[in-house]
């Protein structure tokens, strides 16, 4: 079998109920607010992408049927890598948010801690030691 050459991972979509609030949601976290088009907007950390589709745009009867299963972004976990995850997660706290819990130390050894976005999606903040 050949070996495949991957180069990197670019970004992800995801399926929103509420376009507008998900958008504004990350960019109280520091995303950049990108491209827009009707029903959909981009959100970058530096070169890493997130495109949010609000659900009532999705096309084709597979995506209709994907993204009205309960439990979206079960087992999906973004990670994104901050300096100093206690200043991160106080200031998530400043904003009105609600992480899953205070930051934890994890195997292998970085501390980090979960929040949900808007429609459940795990954004899990981290930092190495």
Known sequence: MTKLKLNSIS??????KD???TAEFY???????????PGRVTC???WFWVTFV??????GPEL???TQL???????????????????????LAAGMKPDGEPQKRP??????????PDGYKLVFFQKK
Do not use: M, S, W
């Open 44 to 46: 970058y950390v530096n």
């Open 64 to 66: 209709q049927k994907e």
């Open 19 to 21: 376009l507008h609030r």
């Open 108 to 117: 292998p050894g970085k501390r980090e801690f979960i929040l949900r976005d």
């Open 54 to 59: 609000a659900q009532d745009h999705q096309t």
């Open 27 to 37: 960019e109280t976290l520091g995303f950049r607010r990108g491209n827009e088009a």
């Open 11 to 16: 970004g992800i979509t995801c399926y929103v």
């Open 70 to 92: 309960p439990g979206k972004g079960a087992g999906l976990f973004t990670y994104i890598k901050v300096d100093d995850v206690d200043e991160t997660y106080q200031g998530v």
